[in-house]
């Protein structure tokens, strides 16, 4: 497995975010956020031709990978704590507005900062954002609603019921090779995702998954948020990939992206599923590239 990254390690106010850095040791051109139960390292390889271009960081999310912030469940109902650690990292370690790319729960969280802060922001890649129908945020704003769909809905009952622990890193990355959403993952993929998604278990003894069954259960409910306020929001260049099979951005919901931001690029992936930036990297990395290329240009503009 090839080492072409560096590690990237940022003192944030309650902890340390972690992080891999590709191409130019510079501050970032782009910062990419990992889906949920991943982490950064997941999408080296993805990643990697893009620095031949530019300076990329990808970080680690509360809760996964080598990020040390607490990861309490209590009061866990949305995405904003991934938006506030994200702002508080580009507020502290860059020095001008950056393209932002994320996977799933990454585009998501990109998408909630961009509308937050559009002055850390020159553009936007969104590759399968999770992005559902306004019937879906109501009924998570219900009283208890996080909780209920925690035990009710497939994903998180599915992260509740995941496998934790290994002897090893060499067992769990032979358990994950060939099986559920690993199925379409080459092997030094799930390699590179083992190396920082499975660590070592200082309590117990060998070794554990660093986003526990239960946080990513929690994570995979915490929907308090409202990208669609976001998406009215933003006015930084947009690139959206959707993928054929299994898309968290429903044929409805892409229409009425559509339809709120006209001058958008977005596009439709054939034969993908959700894990788009794995099975199709050169799309997912065509996608990043021209956002940072239109943000760029956008940036300039506005400075000039």
Same mark, same amino acid.
């Given at each position: ?39 950064? #390292? ?12 530019? +300076? ?14 607490? $990861? ?92 934790? #622990?290994? $002897? ?66 933003? +006015? ?10 299994? +898309? ?9 992206? $559509? ?5 958008? #690029? ?20 065509? $996608? ?11 940036? #300039?503009?506005?400075?000039?």
């Amino acid at each position: 497995m090839s080492e072409d990254f560096r590690r990237l390690s940022f003192d944030l106010p309650r902890g340390r975010m972690a992080g891999i850095g590709l191409g130019p040791d510079a501050p970032p051109d782009i910062v990419f956020l990992h889906a949920t139960g991943f982490n950064a #390292r997941t999408y080296r390889a993805m990643l990697a031709p893009l620095g031949e271009r530019f +300076s990329v960081w990808a970080l680690d999310a509360r809760g996964h990978g080598r990020t040390q912030l607490p $990861a309490k469940l209590w009061g866990y109902t949305s995405w904003h704590r991934h938006r506030d650690d994200l702002i508080a990292l580009l507020e502290a370690h860059t020095s001008r507005p950056v393209t932002l790319a994320g996977h799933s729960m990454g585009a998501t969280v990109s998408l909630l900062t961009a509308a937050r802060r559009p002055d850390l922001v020159a553009g936007l890649a969104l590759l399968e954002p999770v992005i559902m129908s306004a019937a879906m945020y109501a009924a998570f704003e219900l009283p208890f609603g996080p909780t209920v769909m925690r035990h009710t809905i497939a994903l998180p009952r599915g992260a509740l019921r995941r496998r934790a #622990r290994f $002897a090893s890193r060499e067992e769990a990355l032979e358990g994950f090779v060939g099986r559920g959403v690993f199925k379409s993952f080459p092997r030094d993929v799930i390699g590179d995702y083992v190396a920082d998604g499975v660590v070592e278990d200082e309590k117990h003894g060998g070794f554990k998954l660093a986003c526990t069954p239960r946080f990513e259960a929690a994570t995979f409910c915490a929907h308090r948020h409202d990208p669609w306020a976001a998406l009215r929001r933003v +006015s930084q260049p947009l690139v959206l990939l959707r993928a054929e099979h299994r +898309s968290t951005l429903s044929p409805a919901a892409a229409h009425r992206v $559509a339809a709120l931001k006209p001058e958008a #690029r977005i596009a439709l992936v054939d034969g993908a599923s959700h894990m788009l930036p794995i099975e199709r990297p050169d799309r997912a990395r065509a $996608a990043i590239e021209a956002a940072a290329l239109m943000g760029g240009r956008n940036w #300039r503009d506005a400075v000039d």
